[in-house]
Structures are given as C-alpha cells and as structure tokens.
C-alpha cells in the first residue's frame, strides 16, 4: 500500500492543522492506520491509531486535541489537530499494518514520506 500525506504548515500557538493521507494500491479497510510524528533529535512517538472497526487510541500528549479518523470510500486518513503546541513540532507520517486491531506493539511496515507541521509560539 502507498501512503501520500499532506496538510502539514506552519501555524501559531493554539491554532489548528488537518493532516491527510492518502492510500492506494491495497485493501485499506483492513489495515491498522496511524499517525507517528518525529522531532529532531527524539524518537518517533506514535500519536494516534485507529483500527479497522474504527477503534481509536492516542499518546497521552494529544489526547482531548488530536482526532484521527478515516473515510473508507476516499481511501483517506486524517488527523485533526487542535490547540497546537510549539512542542507538536516534527515531520508527521502515516502508517499502517495489514491488522485488524491496533496494538501497542504494532509493527507499521508501510510508511508515507511525511508532513512537517511547524507550530510556533
């Protein structure tokens, strides 16, 4: 499956981004999809999953600000991210895994190139 991002930017303090993603060449309805983001010089975080029932889970920093969710039919991924913080600040990527459910050991095998959000304060 291929896995193209978009909607990253730069944005003050507060504000708000919609990331998508994009994914073709597989059945993505049977795919656990995520969201992972990097910082310079920080491991990479995974911020949100949903599952294929539409099951979601989130790291404790984005919980009450971040949304994932999907549209089946445009064979599409969001991230709904609200009262950004300068320390939302990474490349953002999507990701997914031929799995029914989104465990927290999840092994995501496919990648999209990634999205930089930038949030300044």
């Known amino acids: 499956v291929q896995l193209v991002e978009s909607g990253g930017g730069s944005v003050q303090a507060g504000g708000s981004l919609r990331l998508s993603c994009a994914a073709s060449?597989?059945?993505?309805?049977?795919?656990?999809m995520g969201w992972f983001r990097q910082a310079p010089g920080k491991e990479r975080e995974r911020v949100a999953a949903?599952?294929?029932?539409?099951?979601?889970s989130y790291a404790d920093s984005v919980k009450g600000r971040f949304t994932i969710s999907k549209d089946n039919a445009k064979n599409t991924l969001y991230l709904q991210m609200n009262s950004l913080k300068p320390e939302d600040t990474a490349m953002y990527y999507c990701a997914a895994v031929a799995q029914l459910w989104c465990r927290a050991g999840s092994m995501f095998n496919y990648w999209g190139q990634g999205t930089q959000v930038t949030v300044s304060s």
């Open positions: 949903i599952a294929t029932d539409g099951t979601t």
């Open positions: 060449g597989g059945t993505r309805t049977r795919y656990c």
